[in-house]
């Protein structure tokens, strides 16, 4: 049921899944930070590759811009491997927790700047109800 979950809010938000896959193995089920981590990382294989042929079937993917970051990804994500393994579990939970804190900020003020209408979407709306109240 938690793979359901995961694999369906991963390809709705477009996440790779460890942001809700870490905190449910650490929280949910006791794993330490490194085996959360390295699980998190083997379980977005799949649900990617499910993700992306529906996206794909939609032409919701960009080949070039994915061909230049995947590249790029890559050594960054042995790096990034080699970092973790040798940060001690309570910094890398730290870490980790920092950067999901900072990932929901950013999408809390996208959303409200996004909700917040327009001088033009104000005036197209009060001329509407004028409009209304001369029927």
């Given amino acids: 049921m938690v793979g359901i979950a995961v694999g369906a809010l991963s390809a709705v938000l477009g996440v790779g899944g460890g942001i809700l896959t870490v905190p449910v193995l650490t929280v949910g089920f006791g794993a330490d930070m490194h085996t959360a981590v390295g699980t998190s990382l083997l379980v977005v294989v799949p649900t990617s590759i499910a993700a992306i042929r529906s996206h794909r079937s939609h032409g919701n993917i960009a080949p070039g811009t994915a061909k230049w970051i995947a590249g790029a990804a890559l050594p960054g994500a042995a790096i990034g491997a080699g970092v973790a393994l040798a940060l001690p579990d309570a910094t890398l939970a730290r870490t980790f927790s920092v950067i999901a804190v900072l990932i929901a ?25 004028d409009a209304l109240d001369h029927k």
């Fill in 105 to 129: 900020a950013r999408e809390i003020v996208t959303v409200v700047r996004s909700a917040k209408p327009s001088g033009k979407d104000l005036d197209s709306l009060l001329e509407r109800a």
